[in-house]
């Protein structure tokens, strides 16, 4: 079948087979991108030629009149056609922009976390998940461990023993229904300041897009590993794009992570020789040349490449840009204990020291520089003490002269000296005379030198060779070395920072993030991921689970498993814009009608300018507000990572709506259906026509019932362009399932309300959310500051807005 031949193809030759070739061939090598501004390129476009190539002004001075009208009627002819063309391309590519542009759903989350943030009551539903254990085996090797008789060894099904003594083993809650998802989250206090990462399964522009609002000014510290454009590397990008489509594709991506970082915060960007400059030139660009930092040299292969052609390359460059250079907050670089005893050979009681001559020495080191420095200083050789004056005829008076009997200076001032006498001086007879040596005592960090030419950049063997050791195999093509990533990370990033790398890989930041939390108990460093490719599945969230799991890893099994790691993190998957396109759905009757009622010429304003948006209004991927309804059959028709094949999947919009306005979760609580009695009572307050009034008699939990709440709880920013001023709006978010009758749907939102509010002791918030027209406001008391909001209307305004200025 894949061999026969094509008879209505235009490449008469052409198979079947060569015809998918072809497509997946273009698919791979061809740039697309969305013009900003087509309609002004497009005009200015129009204009040049017009007046450079139809109507010629070298020559109209001698052209006849009748000539020169021909001429005006050709332009304004020319002028009038093009002018429809560019409105209707304009309108395409505007509508390109705007579903490129429009924040994009998350369909997918799930959480991971070790078992000891894992409740003991769920233990028995955790041991009945046969893909849970499956993970684990695969993942853990857990089918290896032998048990004693102390300790329990793996069994099938798993033993609460068993999990009891193994809690570094990680949960993935994409195993699990929805409703053990929810128990767990609830169990959870305070979430965000629980978990210690994100993942974001996404394109980083879209990703990137929706994080604005959230995190805002949180970000200390960015590292990314772009693609390099050139042939080297086998990434999902395209290396080898146009100089012009790589940097537009690294200048929109830098420019949106830009409002993420902190004032003090720092962006590190890897690259090679072939975008070195232009990437400079870009960063400039985006960051001023006054926040420029440093290029660093890393030398991350010793060997050099062989496939160049002259000079073997051995090294990549490091970009390091501040946000604002005066505010900057960079540390010192830790120096191993090696490297501390060879800078530092001698030692005493209170550390180790290397000596350093007190005589000044080079440059202005005579008396005749400094007097005020040529003082003696006296010393007693039985005491081993120093001082300023002779106390006793046993001292030795030694002054700064120098060997060829020049007389020196001191390099410090006398009272600095005075300071030193105690315990950082010592004397050593030298040429028949004395000299003096302060002990600079050994420091355990230093300033980071802007040339890394240490074995531990290798990424052979701390990149590569690490990331087989997990899974005893090479899954990703050249990966960073972890130590380089540490590096990075200690320099521009402290104990509780926020790391975020939006060109994820293989997640080495993450594993770079973890290993710095293991070792240094006083680090808690969270990070951000974002990674487009089926890799994110294959590789880098394993290799995430693995690092938790343990730190030593050998032919793709756990060396040890006795330093547990405590850990949470988040992963979120989002609507592409490929899905977006895919899911729009045209109603062709509204113009159909259109042409039927009105005159041509609005009908072809209608055309070249509205046609899209209207015909499109209503698609589920532009946010059907009539799902709001009911908030949990919303789907889209997903496109499988990898893959050609789309599957239908759930819209998260609980957490859609949580990233655009920028909540900071404090808890979730797991939802609750109810049935209820409805009564009529008498009011007084009615008027006599409408004496009484229905209420609700019995608000019951039923699973089934018809009506479905779930709240969430947290804080935004007072002013989202400003969320580091500390003044907090706190939220709560009322998410639930209407019927067809709004009125009794008001009566029992009133009746949970009230039931809420009087459960929580703490019940204060600012704003309140809610899906559908509700009456909320009546129940405000004298004390509430509360105010109700649309929850439809928000979600639009957030979805559509662009905040990144």
Sequence with gaps: MLSKKLSSDEKVERTLLAKYIDKFTKRQTTDYFIHKDLDGFLRRELDFYLKNEVLNLDGVEDAEPAFIESQLAKVKLIRKIATQLIEFLAQLENFQKKLWLKKKSVVETNYCLTLNRVPDELYPEVIANKSQLDEWIQHFAIDEIDGDLDTPGFTNPLTLDFLAVNQGLVLDTKFFEDEFKERLLASIADFDSQSDGLLVHSENFQALNLLQNRYREQIQCIYIDPPYNTTAKDILYKDGYRHSSWLSLLRDRVSRSTNLMQKTGNINVAIDDAEVSSLKFLLDEVFGRENFVSTVVIQQNPGGRSDQKHVAVSHEYLHIYARNFPHLSTNELPLSEKEIKKRYPHEDNISRYRKSDLRKTGDGSLRIDRPNLFYPIYYSPKLESFSLSRVDASQIKILPIKGNLEEGRWRCMKETVQELFTTNLLVERRNEGFTIYEKDRAKTTEKPKSCWFEAKHNTAHYGTKKLSSMFNSVPFAHPKSVSTVLDILTIGSSNSDTVLDYFGG????????????????????????????????????????????????????????SSLSSHCFKYVRLESYEDTLNNLEFDSNKTKTLKQRTESDLYKDYMLKYWLDIESQGSNSLLNVAFFRDPLPYTLSIKKPGSLESETKQVDLIETFNYLIGLRVRHISSSKSFTASFKEVTDPELPNDQVKKLVVENLVPDTDGPWWFRKVEGWVP????????????????????????????????????????????????????????????????????WEVCLLEEKFLKCMWQDNTE
């Design 506 to 561: 293989s997640g080495t930041t993450a594993v770079a993030v973890i290993e710095f939390n293991r070792k240094d108990p006083q680090s808690s460093r969270k990070y951000i991921l974002v990674e487009m490719g089926h890799h994110f599945v294959d590789v880098l969230k394993p290799r995430i689970l693995k690092s938790i799991y343990a730190e030593m890893w050998k032919d793709g099994k756990p060396v040890s498993t």
């Design 718 to 785: 007072k002013n989202v362009f400003s969320p580091s001023n500390e003044e907090k709006e706190h939220t709560l978010i009322i998410w639930r399932k209407l019927t067809d009758n709004l009125a009794r749907d008001n009566l029992v939102l009133n009746e949970w309300f009230n039931r809420v509010r009087e459960a929580d002791q703490n019940f204060t918030f600012d704003r309140i959310y809610v899906n559908g027209s509700s009456n909320l406001a009546t129940l405000k008391q004298n004390d509430d500051r």
